[in-house]
């Protein structure tokens, strides 16, 4: 059965304060692991897509990486803005392009 | 850019009243889904569309319906509203080509009481 499991459920961080959040996955036949953010009372908003072990993406205070069995969000001196709940996705090889989320992090920057 | 549109934003239903939540997107995109976010449960795949007539069953179909006889529209429908349908319902689409994103409504929040 296809899973995708990330961790921490919440994080609090101060600004300034790096941190990386977790996302695994036992998948059969990836087709691309997908980063998402999601502020309250919206819809999520695309982040990142990453193909095969070993890519990084960035973008601004934000990369992720990939490997055979999870990915990383890495946040470096995150600010209050920052502050959503980031979800991964993964789509894998079957029937249409459907894309199977884990729970999402919550992530909270005090000023 | 209008992307995905969802209507309503909220609604409150009775319990054994139905209801059609719309959803239509601009981007020519031939994948659309349907997915319900309850709290602490992430995104769970009710329905999904690889075009126009031809749908499928996801992670949660009971309880629900849907249709797609136009590219841009993708209804879900409610027959029977149990307690257990109060979520936030969010459309989404994507294009064809594999490992592109999906582009997601605003979402709807339901409740049935």
């Known amino acids: 059965e296809d899973q995708v499991t990330q961790s921490p459920e919440a994080l609090r961080l101060q600004e300034g304060e790096s941190s990386s959040l977790n996302c695994s996955y036992t998948v059969s036949g990836l087709r691309g692991l997908f980063w998402y953010r999601q502020d309250p009372g919206k819809g999520p908003e695309f982040l990142f897509t990453l193909y095969s072990a070993g890519e990084e993406k960035e973008k601004e205070r934000l990369k992720a990486t990939l490997t055979k069995k999870e990915s990383f969000l890495h946040i470096t001196a995150p600010k209050p803005e920052d502050s959503a709940t980031y979800l991964c996705?993964?789509?894998?090889?079957?029937?249409?392009?459907?894309?199977?989320f884990g729970t999402g992090t919550s992530l909270t920057v005090i000023p | 850019n209008a992307g995905v549109t969802q209507t309503p934003k909220f609604r409150i239903l009775k319990i054994g009243q139905s209801m059609t939540l719309q959803c239509t997107q601009d981007m020519n995109h031939n994948y659309m889904y349907w997915y319900r976010q309850d709290p602490g449960m992430g995104l769970k795949l009710i329905y999904y569309?690889?075009?126009?007539?031809?749908?499928d069953k996801g992670e949660v179909p009971n309880g629900y319906n849907v249709s797609r006889s136009t590219t841009e529209d993708f209804p879900l429908r409610l027959e029977l509203a149990a307690p257990s349908q109060t979520s936030v319902y969010f459309c989404a689409s994507s294009d064809i080509t594999w490992r592109t994103e999906a582009f997601f409504g605003q979402g709807t929040r339901l409740t049935v009481v």
């Open positions: 996705a993964v789509q894998v090889e079957s029937g249409g392009n459907q894309f199977y």
């Open positions: 569309s690889v075009g126009a007539g031809i749908t």
